[in-house]
């Protein structure tokens, strides 16, 4: 049953054994300026004490609810997502990974942005690659083009990873319109395992060619780095070429089953992509002389 006067906001955390650093991002989420939101913890199948942490948090808050999966089972990512967002009641959608921290001002801003511009249903920011959390040095990654700006589809699919040069938004540093997310059906659970790494990818991909999205130069996310992330134990394996192989055949499927924007140009950057993927010595070859010439 709705809430009698439903959140503007609904921020979705997920979380799998992530005991050591879930109570941080929780925080970073109750600290906000931005009053009007709920936080959604949703649990995929934790183990560890991140489960009673997150009970903790719901038993305190009235803003904090917890969820889980049937059986506490662990179903992915991507369906962990659906979860929050199948009790979500918020005009607006942000995320957080239990392993990252949200900047003070994030909510209020985006929100503001999002209010002010009718048109765009993302937007997100530059994000800080957080490192000296354990002594490393941080760098600034800007997302997206042009900076200050709203990019259109389908120039921000061929503009952004995994396809074009600008870098891709994190997961925990967009605010989304919901009916966007409904339009584009939410996260594709078939992503689980190692495909992880490219599950938010998938959902991009679908609201890319959805909606425009504003790409600011502020920074509201500290993403946080560390040897346990999915994308690191993926390399690590070896299995980047061949999950990045099964995005590209998943997207496009998708795109030749609906009527998207400038589809020619898509379907050509998935066959240059593809063709990247099959001779990755000329990619390398390639992508640093455009960096050298550009």
Same mark, same amino acid.
């Given at each position: ?28 989420? !109750? ?5 009007? @939101? ?13 489960? $009673? ?13 917890? !969820?889980?999966? $049937? ?23 942000? &995320? ?21 511009? =009718? ?9 800080? /690659? ?6 490393? $040095? ?12 709203? =990019? ?50 998938? &959902? @991009? ?8 999205? &504003? ?24 299995? /980047? ?44 070859? $390639? ?8």
């Amino acid at each position: 049953m709705a809430p009698s006067s439903p959140p503007r906001v609904s921020v979705i955390c997920i979380f799998l054994n992530e005991e050591r650093f879930l109570a941080e991002a929780v925080e970073s989420v !109750l600290a906000q300026d931005f009053a009007n @939101f709920e936080l959604l913890l949703a649990d995929d199948g934790s183990s560890d004490r991140s489960t $009673e942490i997150a009970h903790g948090y719901a038993a305190q808050d009235g803003r904090v609810r917890y !969820l889980e999966h $049937e059986g506490h089972a662990n179903r992915g990512m991507s369906a962990t997502r659906n979860l929050g967002l199948a009790h979500a009641w918020g005009e607006y959608v942000g &995320f957080i990974d239990a392993d990252d921290r949200w900047r003070p001002g994030k909510l209020r801003e985006q929100a503001a942005i999002l209010d002010a511009r =009718s048109e765009v249903g993302i937007v997100c920011g530059t994000v800080n /690659y957080w490192s000296s959390w354990e002594g490393g $040095e941080d760098g600034l990654v800007p997302t997206g083009r042009p900076s200050d700006g709203v =990019s259109a589809p389908p120039a921000t699919t061929l503009a952004l990873y995994p396809f074009g040069a600008a870098g891709a938004p994190c997961p925990s540093d967009v605010l989304v319109r919901r009916s966007v997310i409904d339009a584009v059906g939410g996260f594709e659970e078939q992503f689980t395992g190692p495909l992880q790494m490219y599950e938010d990818q998938a &959902f @991009f991909a679908k609201a890319y060619l959805a909606t425009k999205v &504003f790409f600011s130069s502020r920074t509201w996310l500290d993403y946080r780095l560390h040897a346990a992330s999915c994308v690191a134990e993926v390399k690590r394996a070896g299995g /980047y070429a061949a999950v990045r192989g099964y995005f590209l055949d998943w997207f496009a499927g998708y795109i030749e089953s609906r009527k998207v924007p400038g589809k020619e140009a898509v379907r050509r950057a998935i066959g240059k992509a593809r063709w990247r993927l099959a001779h990755p010595t000329i990619a390398r070859i $390639e992508r640093r002389l455009l960096r050298l010439f550009s």
